[in-house]
């Protein structure tokens, strides 16, 4: 099978197309390098010394005797290149990783914000665009997130499809309602909106992943030398909250939790990741089935629990500190996630040794922790809504 992995190079993405090539698919990688730009735009590096794609791309076929090709096309402004590269490969499946991926880089700035939109939204729409125009009947593998339902209600969230009684008494199924906590959340939404039209109107066939916060760094391929490392995130805007406490622990830095720490989210182990894009490519759905939801995650977990856990585990000191975002102190989530277990995923959990493995990493690379970037200084909101005083801003 041939599969593009769109954002190949990515956190995500790089051990995704290995674990593919690994497993006999025909690999070609499509970035635009966008997100090695912005670690120079925000004065920060990967913890991993990560190596240029190309070295990475050379190395792997060494390693494994398997060749990945790689385009360099930004998605959402060359849709002359990309209709082309879908031509020329004529994949069975599309992973879509490319888009812009932290809510507190989405929130930075009037720029940050149209930067994610025009990203995320042109992108995404191109990509639908050109299997129509192309003809293709390629399966479209794209990773959203579980925070695109927000965190207000205590009941399970279903993947994707929700029953409800109208007023007059007829029973429907509806799309969950969305509730984006960010303009990168909501760009979610608005992906999800443009993959019901295009399988309803075209007939594409779409998966999108609803995928929890992803932790971890090695996979089994990325760890087969250090010049495959993957790309691991501990700064304020692109960190991912277990990383990140890990990394504290690890440089003797205290545990920043926001907040209460009241939060409680989904996550998965970026060894799932990899296994759960590949089961969905081999169980694609069929040509006239709606778009499949499903939720890729695997545990839940409040983030002061996870803080006290790693805390039992270090020794590290916990700080609570003011939340950046408009979020609850405290919630409830309770998820459906049995769609990718019935495709065959065996789940791993915090408690399996992993926590140590990602510690051990992040104390291997201790020196390449540069403290000034761990806090989040993105602000969700700088000024009152209009009737709302500064004080009541400053409160939430
Ligand atoms: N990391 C997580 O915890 C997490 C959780 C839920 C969902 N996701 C989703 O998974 C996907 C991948 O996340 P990640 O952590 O690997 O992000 P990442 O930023 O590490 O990787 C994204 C990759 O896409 C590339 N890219 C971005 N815009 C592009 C464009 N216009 N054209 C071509 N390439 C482009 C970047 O250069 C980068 O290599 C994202 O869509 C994200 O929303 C990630």
Same mark, same amino acid.
Request: proline share 6%; net charge positive; glycine share 18%.
């Given at each position: 099978m041939k599969i593009l992995v769109l954002g190949g190079d990515g956190f995500c993405g790089w051990p995704t197309a290995l674990h593919l090539s690994a497993h006999g698919y025909d690999v070609t990688i499509v970035d635009n390098l966008i997100r090695r730009a912005i670690d120079a735009e925000l004065d920060v590096q990967s913890l991993t010394p990560i190596r240029s794609i190309d070295e990475r791309l050379s190395l792997w076929k060494e390693k494994s005797g398997h060749r990945i090709k790689f385009k360099n096309i930004d998605i959402a402004h060359n849709y002359h290149a990309l209709i082309e590269a879908l031509k020329e490969a004529d994949p069975d499946a599309i992973v879509h990783f490319a888009e812009q991926r932290a809510a507190p880089y989405s929130m930075k700035s009037p720029r940050h914000k149209r930067y994610t939109v025009e990203n995320n939204i042109l992108g995404t729409h191109n990509l639908l665009c050109a299997l129509v125009e192309a003809n293709l009947d390629t399966h479209l593998v794209h990773l959203g997130t579980m &925070? $695109? =339902? &927000?965190? !207000? &209600? #205590?009941r399970p969230i279903p993947e994707g499809y929700l029953t409800v009684t109208l007023p007059h008494g007829e029973t429907q199924e509806i799309v969950h309602p969305y509730s984006p906590g960010s303009v990168y959340h909501a760009t979610k939404c608005l992906d999800n909106v443009l993959f019901h039209f295009y399988n309803r109107n075209d007939g594409l066939r779409v998966t999108d992943l609803h995928q929890g916060i992803v932790w971890g760094t090695q996979t089994k391929e990325t760890a087969i +030398?250090? #010049? @495959?490392v993957n790309r691991f995130d501990y700064d304020g +805007? =692109? &960190?991912?909250v277990l990383n990140r406490f890990l990394v504290e622990a690890a440089v003797g830095h205290p545990l920043t939790v926001h907040g209460t720490g009241g939060q409680t989210r989904a996550f998965i182990h970026i060894t799932d990741t990899v296994q759960c894009v590949r089961l969905a490519i081999e169980n694609p759905p069929a040509p006239a089935d709606r778009v499949r939801i499903l939720n890729q995650m695997t545990e839940v977990h409040r983030v002061r629990d996870l803080a006290k856990m790693v805390s039992e585990t270090t020794g590290a000191d916990i700080a609570y500190v003011e939340n950046p975002r408009l979020e609850a102190d405290e919630n409830e989530l309770l998820v459906e996630n049995q769609g990718l277990q019935r495709l065959g995923l065996v789940p791993v959990s915090l408690q399996d040794g992993l926590m140590q493995e990602v510690l051990d990493v992040a104390e291997r690379w201790? +020196?390449? $922790? +540069? @403290? !000034?970037?761990?806090?989040?200084?993105?602000?969700?909101?700088s000024q009152p809504k209009p009737g709302e005083s500064a004080m009541e801003t400053a409160a939430e």
């Open positions: &925070g $695109v =339902y &927000g965190y !207000a &209600g #205590g +030398d250090p #010049g @495959l +805007d =692109y &960190g991912t201790r +020196d390449r $922790v +540069d @403290l !000034a970037k761990i806090p989040c200084t993105s602000k969700w909101r």
